[in-house]
């Protein structure tokens, strides 16, 4: 049992008192990961980026972007 009661944040490695750093390796095999990653979410990125745009436009103008819309409505409605 440890003697120590305190219960303050530690950070341990593995580097066995060596500076901890990435090697070639593992910065390589993340590098791979981090391409695949994007590759595969980038349509859905896209997407999601411009529902974002939209979105932070039209938040600030709801009553505007409702009236708005309730007058081309209105319009379409009568010249039908």
Same mark, same amino acid.
């Given at each position: 049992? =440890?003697?120590?009661t305190h219960f303050a944040p530690s950070w !341990? ?5 060596? =500076?901890? !750093?990435?090697? $070639? ?8 990961? /981090?391409? /695949? ?5 980038? =349509? ?5 980026? +411009? ?5 932070? @436009? ?8 409702? @009236?708005?819309? $309730?007058?081309? $409505? +209105? ?6």
């Open positions: 049992m =440890p003697k120590s !341990d490695t593995s580097s066995f008192g060596h =500076p901890a !750093d990435m090697s $070639a390796l593992e910065s390589l095999a993340l590098g791979e990961h /981090l391409t /695949l990653c994007s590759r595969a979410r980038d =349509p859905l990125q896209f997407l999601r980026n +411009g529902a974002g745009v939209v979105r932070g @436009f039209v938040a600030p103008r709801l009553v505007t972007t409702v @009236f708005f819309i $309730a007058l081309i $409505a +209105g319009t379409t409605w009568l010249a039908a």
